[in-house]
Nanobody
Framework: QRRLVESGGGLVQSGGSLKLSCTAT????????LGWFRQAPGKEREGVAC????????NYQESVKGRFTISRDNANSTMYLQMNSLKPEDTATYFC???????????????????WGQGIQVTVSA
């Protein structure tokens, strides 16, 4: 059974940093394009970043470029999202997703991904 579990969320002040992790079980991890999404209250789920199977190519939402870094560790079936210079508008529930479209084309929409974690809260105070 394929499963994704996020960790590392929490409350941080504006300008601070957090690192999210997504640990997978039941996957042949290095076969899949992966992504991070987020959803704020009352808003649609949006793509934040994606990474290709080797971890070489990435793609980011414009608002997080230069602040967030996506990476993966295929040996340990894990994906990360390093978030620096956090802003209050980054407050959302963050989701990891697997088995998405080719990342060099774009992050894609939520419906493009087959597997999802349960989500983890990130709150940035002003």
């Amino acid at each position: 059974q394929r499963r994704l579990v996020e960790s590392g969320g929490g409350l941080v002040q504006s300008g601070g940093s957090l690192k999210l992790s997504c640990t997978a079980t039941g996957f042949t991890w290095d076969r899949y394009f992966l992504g991070w999404f987020r959803q704020a209250p009352g808003k649609e789920r949006e793509g934040v970043a994606c990474v290709d199977t080797s971890g070489t190519r990435t793609n980011y939402q414009e608002s997080v470029k230069g602040r967030f870094t996506i990476s993966r560790d295929n040996a340990n079936s894990t994906m990360y999202l390093q978030m620096n210079s956090l802003k209050p508008e980054d407050t959302a529930t963050y989701f990891c997703a697997a088995d998405g479209p080719a990342c060099w084309i774009g992050i894609g929409s939520p419906s493009d991904y087959m597997d999802w974690g349960q989500g983890i809260q990130v709150t940035v105070s002003a």
